[in-house]
């Protein structure tokens, strides 16, 4: 039997889980490259029983499925991938397993990472410094702000409680939000517009689906004032691109924080590459070294518990 470790660009697979652990009479191959081409994705993986991936750089579709004709358990980081058909993968036979989410606040880190980069002009003032300049920019408080939250569930929630913590009124609005859980947090639930209308700060924390996809649009970020920033660290494809490329290139709000995109890597050429007023990074949220290690240290157990027939986390089984 044979299994497939890929897309560990970070080198972190063997370093943090015992994959000697596994029977002898299975082979490990790991792989250290984003494994994103469809075609090279049917030829490598072909051979392989078990593949573990990380998140969504390598797309199971079902056309990758049915040129996989050994492949029994699809071990992925989490437990949601968008980037499996689940469908294709069980009616071919596969068990998917994920795993735990280990650190959970990176995401809330990061958020907060780019809303401070935006507010204290951070990567500006840094490029400045090490030019010889000296305060390029008059950096911006947060205090008495609005930080507007965009789902509030467990992200949402740590980005909303960092708020209160530096003394800003938090405001939040989804589809399903309840007074039960704003009563929980101490933060105040407002409509869809008001949320818009009202932040400073607004912090998408939605997950992606049919129903979100698109959810903050030209109309939305039309409400935003024109002094607000806009924070993504959810999914790219929740906000409208073009959209938001439109405002800030006109100025319509002051500035984005983004650490997801609709394409990802984002493309050489593209236009939030060029944009001065935004604070980018490459789907960072998640990817911290305590969450790695604790996914593959989940993604190991899972692979024991399935060879002994009893798989556990299973997102998606056959029958």
């Not at 792989?31 to 075609?39: E, N, P, T, V």
């Not at 702000?145 to 530096?166: E, F, H, I, S």
């Not at 494809?237 to 983004?258: C, F, K, M, N, S």
Request: glycine letters at 10%; aromatic letters at 6%; charged letters at 25%.
């Amino acid at each position: 039997m044979r299994l497939a470790i890929i897309n560990d660009y970070q080198k972190l697979a063997e370093e943090t889980a015992e994959w000697g652990k596994l029977p002898p009479d299975i082979s490990v191959d790991v792989y250290q490259d984003r494994l994103s081409d469809a075609d090279e994705a049917a030829k490598r993986l072909a051979p392989y029983d078990i593949v573990v991936t990380a998140r969504e750089e390598t797309r199971f579709d079902r056309a990758l499925v049915e040129q996989l004709p050994n492949l029994k358990l699809l071990v992925t980081h989490g437990q949601r991938n968008a980037a499996l058909d689940l469908d294709a993968l069980t009616g071919h036979g596969v068990t998917v397993s994920g795993t735990g989410y280990g650190f959970a606040n990176g995401t809330v880190e990061t958020a907060w990472g780019l809303i401070l980069g935006l507010a204290k002009h951070i990567p500006l003032e840094d490029q400045g410094v090490r030019n010889g300049e000296w305060g390029l920019a008059l950096p911006r408080g947060l205090t008495d702000k609005t930080l507007g939250v965009l789902g509030l569930g467990r992200l949402g929630g740590g980005v909303a409680r960092v708020g209160q913590a530096l003394d800003m009124k938090v405001i939040a609005w989804s589809e399903n939000l309840t007074e039960e859980r704003c009563a929980e947090l101490g933060v105040k639930r407002v409509g869809k517009e008001e949320l818009f209308k009202q932040s400073d700060v607004l912090s998408v924390h939605v997950v992606l689906s049919d129903r979100s996809r698109g959810l903050v649009g030209a109309a939305e970020i039309g409400l935003m004032k024109p002094t607000a920033w806009l924070i993504n660290t959810s999914r790219g494809p929740i906000v409208d691109e073009a959209a938001l490329i439109d405002a800030l290139e006109t100025d319509r709000i002051a500035g984005a924080g983004l650490d997801v995109y609709d394409i990802e890597p984002l493309p050489a050429g593209h236009k939030l590459r060029s944009l001065p007023n935004t604070v980018l990074t490459p789907h960072i949220g998640g990817r911290t070294y305590e969450n790695f290690a604790a996914r593959y240290q989940d993604s190991l157990e899972d692979v024991l518990a399935w060879l002994d027939g009893n798989p556990v986390r299973v997102i998606a089984a056959p029958g």
